[in-house]
């Protein structure tokens, strides 16, 4: 199993990172991408995953909430991280006006930014969208043609903005926020309208513990070992064989993100 998102850096994994890891590999996680959110962190993850190779690899790029703290000029920077062979994807970059920690034109302009990067480079993007979608889907669309590949993390918006990533050739990553018996319901129904060659999954660890575990977990921090239960959740409401869909999706990463075969 791939998971495509994780948060390494997190403060929360300080104590016990590698056991972290240890525990996903025990659990059948053999691929890992860790994600970046701004310049430092990429250096950051692109250590990490050097660390660990052919287990770990990186993003690196400028995440919606710390556009605040660059500059156009300063997404240039992340092109010798992005040489290295273990950094396998722009991101995670897009727009968040949710909570808008920064100003939207600058969110706008970063996004744009980012993704001329990728197209410079013919990378792939790892992307993040909340409350922002027709203003996400224009900008993409300028640079669709232009990218690789492309996947929208964490996806947990509605059918239209299903349709409109998917019109655009996206892969959708989807959380365990698909376990969710309050939030989740309509994610539910979206699982199963997405087709299977654009289908990712992940864990976003530390976040979004996945609600149906069971044994409930002491704590409330995710971890990438409980990266089958979502496979296995998402295959149930599928109505798609556990086997097929962990061969599937692990093709897709492959694809994405041009990695060996998993």
């Given at each position: 199993?791939?998971?495509?998102?994780?948060?390494?850096?997190?403060s929360q994994f300080d104590k016990d990172r590698e056991q972290v890891l240890q525990r996903a590999q025990e659990a059948g996680v053999n691929g890992m991408l860790l994600l970046a959110s701004d310049l430092a962190e990429s250096q950051h993850v692109c250590d990490l995953a050097a660390q660990w190779p052919q287990l770990c690899y990186a993003t690196a790029g400028v995440h919606p909430h710390d556009a605040k703290s660059v500059s156009v000029d300063d997404i240039s920077q992340l092109k010798p991280l992005l040489a290295q062979t273990q950094v396998v994807a722009v991101g995670e970059c897009g727009l968040d006006f949710n909570r808008d920690f920064s100003p939207r034109p600058q969110q706008l302009a970063i996004f744009e930014a980012q993704l001329a990067l990728a197209a410079e480079l013919n990378m792939p993007v790892v992307m993040h969208e909340r409350d922002a979608h027709q203003a996400f889907i224009d900008i993409v669309k300028r640079w669709r043609d232009q990218l690789p590949g492309a996947v929208l993390h964490c996806f947990t918006s509605d059918q239209q903005a299903l349709k409109a990533c998917l019109d655009l050739d996206l892969y959708i990553g989807i959380t365990g926020w698909v376990c969710d018996e309050r939030r989740g319901l309509d994610l539910q129904q979206r699982v199963r309208e997405i087709p299977s060659q654009r289908l990712l999954l992940e864990t976003d660890a530390p976040y979004l513990l996945p609600r149906d575990l069971r044994p409930k977990p002491k704590s409330r921090r995710n971890e990438p070992c409980y990266l089958g239960h979502i496979y296995q959740r998402v295959a149930e409401l599928r109505q798609q064989?556990?086997?097929?869909?962990?061969?599937?999706?692990?093709?897709?990463?492959?694809?994405?993100?041009?990695?060996?075969s998993y």
């Amino acid at each position: 199993m791939f998971d495509i998102a994780l948060n390494l850096t997190s403060s929360q994994f300080d104590k016990d990172r590698e056991q972290v890891l240890q525990r996903a590999q025990e659990a059948g996680v053999n691929g890992m991408l860790l994600l970046a959110s701004d310049l430092a962190e990429s250096q950051h993850v692109c250590d990490l995953a050097a660390q660990w190779p052919q287990l770990c690899y990186a993003t690196a790029g400028v995440h919606p909430h710390d556009a605040k703290s660059v500059s156009v000029d300063d997404i240039s920077q992340l092109k010798p991280l992005l040489a290295q062979t273990q950094v396998v994807a722009v991101g995670e970059c897009g727009l968040d006006f949710n909570r808008d920690f920064s100003p939207r034109p600058q969110q706008l302009a970063i996004f744009e930014a980012q993704l001329a990067l990728a197209a410079e480079l013919n990378m792939p993007v790892v992307m993040h969208e909340r409350d922002a979608h027709q203003a996400f889907i224009d900008i993409v669309k300028r640079w669709r043609d232009q990218l690789p590949g492309a996947v929208l993390h964490c996806f947990t918006s509605d059918q239209q903005a299903l349709k409109a990533c998917l019109d655009l050739d996206l892969y959708i990553g989807i959380t365990g926020w698909v376990c969710d018996e309050r939030r989740g319901l309509d994610l539910q129904q979206r699982v199963r309208e997405i087709p299977s060659q654009r289908l990712l999954l992940e864990t976003d660890a530390p976040y979004l513990l996945p609600r149906d575990l069971r044994p409930k977990p002491k704590s409330r921090r995710n971890e990438p070992c409980y990266l089958g239960h979502i496979y296995q959740r998402v295959a149930e409401l599928r109505q798609q064989p556990l086997t097929d869909l962990t061969r599937q999706v692990a093709d897709n990463a492959a694809r994405l993100f041009q990695l060996p075969s998993y």
